[in-house]
Structure formats: structure tokens, C-alpha cells
């Protein structure tokens, strides 16, 4: 059971922008430990995809972006492209767990 | 550029122990700011951390898989292993080995993940 909570899905059409949320608790987000962000497309290996709550990796493009706030966390996709439809997961670290890594529980975007 | 490879059986039986290894390619496990670490994801699931290893072999694992997870470090093979005791059919899932990097202000990502390898527990 997962600690830091996703919506199990998200949707747009092409060239919309979407969001996710990533909601922890003070012994993970709130507790000022960073954010990133992992995206998987449908058979590969997650990809890092956002470190640092709001850093992107060298060859990320700009329309991906994040940000945090107090026990939350949340990726934005501008300009949704037919390629960006995968899963995303947000990862953590939680205090209370014995210094355990966290997952979100993913979300689907799905381009309508 | 470093490479993760998972190797090991794809099919346990249940109450036997689960054994896998991580070879890392392309640069020396021992270098660096890095820890190594252990993921799974069931089929149509989501992703469920392990377990972590320092090259120093300190190690940090899940308190829910704690009591049957063993990591391990190899540094002259250049790999890291995991053994998950015990298993049964709810350890049916892809184990993906992982590099942690660390990213000055910005804490300890995931940044190079091997490509997964289905483990299935089944007599």
C-alpha cells in the first residue's frame, strides 16, 4: 500500500495540458524530502523523468514540468502529445518507513 | 554510458528463495555519489520499492519485505544481487534493478533502471 496517493487516470486531447497530483504526508513530501517523477511507457522500464520536485534530466522536453507544495506534488504535461500516453509514477522518501523509498501509485494519461 | 542487466531463473517455486543479480556495465559500481537498488511491479500494478545497498554494503529494505530480503554487493563482479526468501505467488512480478543518483539540492532519483525481468512464482 502505497504512501503517496495518484488519481488513477487522467485524460486530453492533443496539445491540452494535463496534471497529476501527488498527495504525501508529513513524514514524506510534508517533511520537505524532494519530488521526482517517472514515466513508463506501456512495456519498458520507468524513465526518470523529473528530479528535484521541479528539474528535468538532460533530453526531457520543456513541456514537462513540476512542482511542490507543502505535502503535495504535481507533474504538468503542456502541449499533450499522442507519445505521452503512459504511466507516471512520483517517488519519495518517507521518514516513518525506516528510511524507505516511496512510490505513487501511478497514473494513466491517456490522449484522447 | 552505465547499463543495468537483471539476470536470474524466471520461474520459483513457492516457498523457495528467489535469487537475482544486477550487473552493472559501462562504469564501476564503486564510483560515485550512487546506491543501488531493487523495484517490482506485479502485472498491471504499480511500482513497490525493495530495497536499497550502499557500496559500503549498508542497506536499507521495505519494512513490509524485510524479514525475507536480502541485498547484496559484489564489487570486484561489478554487481549487486537480491534474494527474497519464502515467496509465494504474490511475488509474481518484473524485478527492475536501479542506479540512485544523487542530485546536489535535490535529493536521490532513480536515474538508470535495468530492463526488468519477470520473475513467476508456480509449482
Known amino acids: 500500500q502505497s504512501v503517496l496517493t495518484q488519481p488513477p487516470s487522467v485524460s486530453g486531447a492533443p496539445g491540452q495540458r494535463v496534471t497529476i497530483s501527488c498527495t504525501g504526508s508529513?513524514?514524506?513530501?510534508?517533511?520537505?524530502?524532494?519530488v521526482h517523477w517517472y514515466q513508463q511507457l506501456p512495456g519498458t522500464a520507468p524513465k526518470l523523468l523529473i528530479y528535484?520536485?521541479?528539474n528535468r534530466p538532460s533530453g526531457v522536453p520543456d513541456r514537462f514540468s513540476g512542482s511542490k507544495s507543502g505535502t503535495s506534488a504535481s507533474l504538468a504535461i503542456t502541449g499533450l502529445q499522442a507519445e505521452d500516453e503512459a504511466d507516471y509514477y512520483c517517488?519519495?522518501?518517507?521518514?516513518?518507513?525506516?528510511?524507505?523509498?516511496?512510490f505513487g501509485t501511478g497514473t494513466k494519461v491517456t490522449v484522447l | 554510458q552505465v547499463q543495468l542487466q537483471e539476470s536470474g531463473p524466471g520461474l520459483v517455486k513457492p516457498s523457495q528463495t528467489l535469487s537475482l543479480t544486477c550487473t552493472v556495465s559501462g562504469g564501476s559500481i564503486s564510483s560515485g555519489s550512487y546506491y543501488w537498488s531493487w523495484i517490482r511491479q506485479p502485472a498491471g500494478k504499480g511500482l513497490e520499492w525493495i530495497g536499497r545497498i550502499y557500496t559500503s554494503g549498508s542497506t536499507n529494505y521495505n519494512p513490509s519485505l524485510k524479514s525475507r530480503v536480502t541485498i547484496s554487493v559484489d564489487t570486484s563482479k561489478n554487481q549487486f544481487s537480491l534474494k527474497l526468501s519464502s515467496v509465494t505467488a504474490a511475488d509474481t512480478a518484473v524485478y527492475y534493478c536501479?542506479?540512485?543518483?544523487?542530485?546536489?539540492?535535490?535529493?536521490?532519483?532513480?536515474?538508470?533502471w535495468g530492463q526488468g525481468t519477470m520473475v513467476t512464482v508456480s509449482s
Open positions: 517517488q519519495s522518501y518517507d521518514s516513518s518507513l525506516s528510511g524507505s523509498d516511496v
Open positions: 508529513s513524514s514524506n513530501i510534508g517533511a520537505g524530502y524532494d
Open positions: 536501479a542506479r540512485v543518483s544523487y542530485y546536489d539540492s535535490s535529493g536521490y532519483a532513480f536515474d538508470i
Open positions: 528535484g520536485n521541479s
